[in-house]
């Protein structure tokens, strides 16, 4: 299917192997965004467990839960309490949605769509004891020396809807900004919406109706009841669901009328896929092909070089210009510089285009290398005002195109830009790097001293 002229083209390319799963989203044939995933998978986000309190924290308001890995995952009061139970105390909920981030259970673009929670007089020791046995989902990876960040409040993610087990509440992602639309979906939603639960509506369900729910509603009330009953029953702790593997979440959170084809290099994974999308969405049946060319798929469509150039510190502009991307253990500081570039006119537009083509590519990179938590950005110094607030609403556009929540707070006194995204997989370095044992991670080794070979 040809694409409108001026209409951006997006293609899911997937990369089965022995060792490890692939999955590359090509926007206009640029690497946006890409997953890894080892076979079996490592990543615990969305897996539920059946876990046991190890120790409960007053001072922190937390406590920690032995899920049976190494390290024991970490439930804040706000994971630990059910919005219901919120409700009842007369704590105001917000039911305002916000819709970021995909590919799991716990990454998919209304996760963050959970009213907003105001704690109050509710203490974790009053909630918790040692000890006890309760139901956990990961929602947050372990890493470095943090185990998994877990929540009481399940969420069960469909393709046009998600389940949430603990809340009564219907949701419909803000990026469904049509007020009509938003007013249907909702309707829909509660007239399907199991008694004392709550339903999110995705935005893939824009412009759909109530039979297009039926499956994924279905689907996931088995799958909420077959959890229910694996609670009581084994040994605790315990895995009692895991999520889906990469290959169907890319389908799930990733395959929608936007994209022009889904390509997979794995026989059997392409009729899993295809049979897949016939009970969910047969009009993107066809879209779904068989790689079958002698040559690696990844090279093939020139995808590996442009990871390996991912992880990379330095990263040059089309002007010549580039940025210096650092990652630290509190933040990721980026860094935007003229370098080769000239410019044409004066100083001032010189270095505004160079900022502006950095911002385009600086929400590029975020979410290829899956950057998270605090990000500072130094752009160039820029003299006038009207300028700098060009390239601050660039920045904005272009991270609207992120599926994971991010916000810009904005510039500071210095000129820096401030801006957070949500973190819960390791990032693209993270997973396909390792510490230096030379320079421990500092990037730099001691100078030698004279006499020393």
Not at 332 to 359: M, S, W
């Amino acid at each position: 299917m040809s694409a409108k002229k001026n209409e951006m083209t997006s293609e899911i390319i997937a990369d089965c192997g022995a060792e490890e799963s692939r999955v590359a989203l090509l926007e206009d044939g640029e690497l946006v965004e890409v997953y890894i995933e080892k076979n079996p998978p490592q990543s615990l986000v969305g897996n539920i467990y059946r876990g046991k309190v190890s120790s409960v924290l007053p001072g922190m308001q937390a406590a920690f839960i032995d899920i049976g890995h190494e390290k024991n995952a970490f439930l804040y009061v706000a994971d630990a309490v059910s919005q219901k139970e919120y409700h009842e105390t007369e704590v105001p909920i917000q039911n305002e949605y916000i819709e970021p981030d995909a590919i799991s259970q716990k990454e998919c673009p209304e996760f963050d769509d959970e009213p907003v929670l105001e704690i109050k007089d509710i203490k974790i020791e009053d909630i918790l004891k040692q000890g006890q046995e309760l139901t956990v989902q990961v929602i947050k990876d372990p890493i470095g020396t943090k185990g998994p960040r877990v929540t009481t409040n399940v969420t069960l993610p469909g393709r046009h809807l998600v389940l949430v087990p603990h809340n009564d509440y219907i949701g419909v992602s803000r990026r469904i900004e049509d007020d009509d639309e938003r007013a249907k979906l909702k309707s829909i939603a509660e007239s399907i919406k199991p008694e004392g639960m709550g339903l999110i509506v995705r935005t893939v369900s824009s412009g759909k109706n109530g039979e297009d729910f039926e499956y994924d509603i279905n689907f996931l009330v088995k799958l909420w009841d077959s959890i229910k009953k694996k609670e009581e029953r084994g040994t605790v702790p315990r895995c009692i669901h895991k999520d889906v593997n990469l290959i169907y979440r890319a389908v799930r959170d990733l395959f929608t009328r936007d994209v022009q084809k889904f390509v997979i290099n794995n026989t059997e994974q392409y009729e899993s896929v295809s049979e897949l999308i016939g009970m969910m969405i047969p009009s993107l049946k066809l879209k779904v092909e068989l790689y079958s060319k002698d040559y690696e798929i990844f090279e093939y469509y020139q995808i590996e070089n442009k990871i390996s150039r991912a992880i990379e510190r330095k990263v040059w502009l089309n002007c010549g210009g580039y940025l210096v991307i650092d990652p630290t253990e509190a933040l990721t500081v980026i860094d935007v510089n003229t370098g080769k570039y000239t410019g044409a006119k004066n100083l001032e537009d010189t270095v505004l285009k160079a900022n502006i083509e950095a911002a385009r590519e600086i929400a590029r990179q975020i979410r290829i290398r899956n950057i998270g938590g605090i990000i500072i950005i130094d752009f160039i110094d820029m003299q006038e005002q009207d300028n700098r607030q060009e390239v601050l609403e660039t920045l904005k556009t272009e991270l609207k195109k992120d599926r994971t929540k991010t916000t810009v707070v904005g510039m500071t006194g210095l000129g820096l830009i401030e801006m957070t995204r949500k973190k819960m997989r390791l990032g693209l370095s993270s997973i396909m790097s390792e510490t230096c044992p030379n320079c421990n991670g500092t990037g730099r080794v001691l100078t030698k001293r004279d006499g020393e070979s």
